[in-house]
């Protein structure tokens, strides 16, 4: 069986929430960039979209990063 994933990127975090408000799915932060920016990401199905923050992440860096994107 093949499964199959679509994950793309919104241009803004109001564009994420905005596709999240009409899936009926809430915005969950995924962690930050090596640039220090915030991911979040809705998910309805296999269908992912996510948004990276042009705003500095509230929280530390990690000693060792790892992609937000490798827990999707």
Avoid: F, N, Q
């Avoid at 809430?26 to 705003?55: D, F, I, M, N």
């Amino acid at each position: 069986m093949t499964a199959v994933c679509d994950i793309a990127e919104l241009p803004t975090e109001t564009a994420l929430r905005s596709w999240a408000d009409e899936h009926g799915v809430p915005v969950r932060y995924l962690g930050p960039t090596l640039e220090a920016r915030a991911v979040y990401a809705a998910t309805v199905g296999t269908t992912t979209r996510v948004a990276v923050s042009k705003h500095r992440d509230p929280y530390p860096l990690p000693l060792i990063w790892h992609s937000p994107l490798e827990e999707l």
